[in-house]
């Protein structure tokens, strides 16, 4: 303000700051950007920068965790305080309710699950689910597999139908990704696709042992069912794909590319699956 008063009168500087009240030396202080303001520039800038290529995805904890592995030292209350300068705010995930199916399988499997501690090493215990993709042109359904040590997607499927093949698709795909395993346990609801003969052989050839939840009990596969509450509030944010193609694509991407590889997760120490497992092997 008081530059620009003394650009319209053609004052000098002294004369304006006297008219205003103000000693020079409050001007020049003001004026003169200090050290930590700079260092504050410069650090919101690899802030948003995480925070666009992350999509609108990670809050400060997360953003915080990518600056210390860019060998950046950020407090996660200054993270959080630049951020909130710039207007960074992350996409906020709706309360988790977890759901189950109405267990409609024939003869269900025993729970091999409950009351048993998380697998220490990948291949122990894997989980599946099925959830409904939204488009424009139409419901499609997407079954999963997860490996319950380090979260990760080691298999899943897309289809316009409920039927066991879509189930079958991703727990081939989880096969061939993790070849030579034996005795692992595969997890699910009761669902009925699960409970199929052509889902069960595939699993007994396999040598995979089958374990289902207790009927309308869903927390025993929370996991697999907060990886698709995490799915669609990052991708679809209340929305749909716009067709079967697009969705697709979109879901490669953000399994494989992202989720996989570059999305820290909570319990891994804010670590990918894919960090987290190869920490693991490098352990061992």
């Known amino acids: 303000m008081i530059l620009a008063l003394q650009q319209s009168t053609s004052t000098s500087l002294r004369q304006v ?8 030396s409050s001007f020049y202080h003001a004026a003169t950007e200090t050290a930590t303001q700079a260092s504050d520039q410069q650090m919101s800038v690899r802030i948003e920068a995480i925070f666009k290529a992350h999509r609108r995805r990670y809050g400060y904890r997360r953003v915080g965790q990518e600056l210390k592995d860019q060998e950046l030292v950020c407090a996660p209350s200054r993270v959080r305080r630049l951020m909130k300068q710039r ?17 409609k399988a024939n003869q269900p499997s025993p729970n091999l699950v409950k009351n048993q501690p ?14 409904f993709i939204p488009t424009q042109t139409g419901w499609l359904y997407l079954a999963v597999v997860m490996d319950l040590c380090s979260r990760r997607i080691v298999g899943w499927s897309l289809a316009n139908h409920l039927r066991a093949e879509l189930v079958l698709a991703a727990l081939n ?4 990704s993790r070849p030579g395993i034996d005795q692992t346990i595969f997890h699910s609801d009761r669902g009925s696709q699960y409970g199929s003969t052509a889902f069960r052989q595939v699993l007994a050839s396999a040598g995979l042992r089958q374990s289902m939840s207790a009927r309308a009990n869903p927390y025993d596969n929370a996991w697999t069912e907060s990886f698709i ?3 669609k509030q990052e991708m679809l944010q209340g929305g749909c794909f ?7 694509t979109e879901l ?4 494989e590319a992202y989720y996989n590889n570059q ?3 909570s319990a891994l120490g804010y670590q990918t699956p894919n960090q987290f497992e190869h920490q693991l092997s490098t352990h061992n």
């Open 229 to 231: 509450g995490t799915l």
């Open 252 to 255: 490669f991407e953000y399994i």
């Open 242 to 248: 716009e067709t079967a193609q697009d969705a697709q």
């Open 263 to 265: 999305r820290k997760h």
């Open 173 to 176: 795909q989880a096969l061939a």
């Open 17 to 24: 700051c006297q008219a205003l009240g103000f000693a020079r």
């Open 118 to 131: 998380l697998p220490g090493q990948p291949n122990r215990v894997w989980a599946g689910d099925i959830t």
């Open 87 to 103: 207007g960074l705010k992350a996409i906020q995930p709706k309360n988790f309710v977890p759901k189950t199916s109405d267990g």
